[in-house]
Every structure is written in structure tokens, then in C-alpha cells.
């Protein structure tokens, strides 16, 4: 028996390949997004509010010369975990959809492309508020002080210790 060419082409493709295919494209783009925002969303800010004399005494914010050691910080920002989350979230979601609504491929095919654009959108939005928190962050005073977290995209981790 010999095998035709339009028997070769029907058969070179498994049933619903073109769904696994959208489906690896998927968590592709849900592992980059993932790495990249643990790579690349990262910021750290740090400060003292004083200093020291020449005498080795110390200084207060406002350059008075005081007996307490002035309080220094460091804030350091990433990727708040519930982002990772909702990208796990969405792939699953969106798993869970095509097996419950897609009655056709075209139909499968738009839910991987949604949940794609609601991953790269959720990644970019995750990076303009991180960036944004970040650069507005001005604490100069570690006394007292007060911090606009952006929950729930990016993270603060707060350190604070006298100087000396």
C-alpha cells in the first residue's frame, strides 16, 4: 500500500494540536512574565537622617549635635508574590475554560490569546506601578516615617538601625 500525499498532510497533525500549541505558547509567556518581574522588578532606596561630627559625635536631621545615633533604613522593592499568583491563576482559569466552554478550536485559540493579553497586560501594569512607587519613594526622616505601598503589584521590604 502505498500512502498519497493528501493522506501524509491529514495525518502529520494530531487531533487538537493546534490547542496544545496555544497552550505551550501560554505558559511560555507566563514563565517569562514571571521571570522578568522577579529579574527586573527590583528597586532599594536607603538613607540616614543625620550624621556624624567630626568630633565622632553625631548630628540630628535638622544638623544639631546629639547624643543619639541618628536612625538609617534601606527599602527594598520586588514583585509582590500575589502577582505570581494571578498568572498562575489566569493559566489555570484559562485551562479550566477551555475545557468547560470552547466547543471549537477558534473558540479555545481566543481564550489562550485572552489570557496571553491578560498576562502581558497584568506584567506591564505590575512594572508602571513598581517603577512609579519606587521613584516617588522619599523617606528622609526614619523616625518617622510613613510609606504609600503599592499593593498588590509590588512589595516594600522596610530595614531600619541606628547609625554607627
Do not use: K
Not at 32 to 42: D, E, I, Q, S
Not at 67 to 74: E, N, Q, R, T, Y
Amino acid at each position: 500500500m502505498t500512502i498519497t500525499q493528501n493522506e501524509t498532510d491529514e495525518n502529520a497533525l494530531l487531533p487538537g494540536a493546534e490547542i496544545v500549541v496555544g497552550i505551550r505558547s501560554l505558559l511560555i509567556w507566563a514563565i517569562v512574565a514571571a521571570t522578568m518581574l522577579a529579574v527586573f522588578l527590583r528597586g532599594s532606596m536607603g538613607s540616614c537622617s543625620g550624621g556624624i561630627t567630626g568630633s565622632g559625635g553625631f548630628l540630628d536631621v535638622d544638623g544639631r549635635p546629639t547624643d543619639v545615633a541618628p536612625m538609617c533604613g534601606s527599602v527594598t522593592m520586588s514583585a509582590n508574590p500575589l502577582v505570581y499568583g494571578a498568572i498562575a491563576l489566569i493559566v489555570v482559569l484559562s485551562l479550566t475554560r477551555i475545557l468547560g466552554r470552547a466547543g471549537t478550536v477558534a473558540q479555545a485559540l481566543r481564550i489562550l490569546n485572552n489570557a496571553r493579553m491578560v498576562i502581558v497586560v497584568l506584567t506591564l501594569v505590575t512594572f508602571v506601578v513598581g517603577y512609579w512607587a519606587i521613584t516617588t519613594l522619599r523617606v528622609e526622616d526614619w523616625n518617622n516615617y510613613s510609606i504609600l505601598a503599592p499593593l498588590p503589584f509590588a512589595s516594600f521590604d522596610i530595614s531600619t538601625h541606628p547609625m554607627g
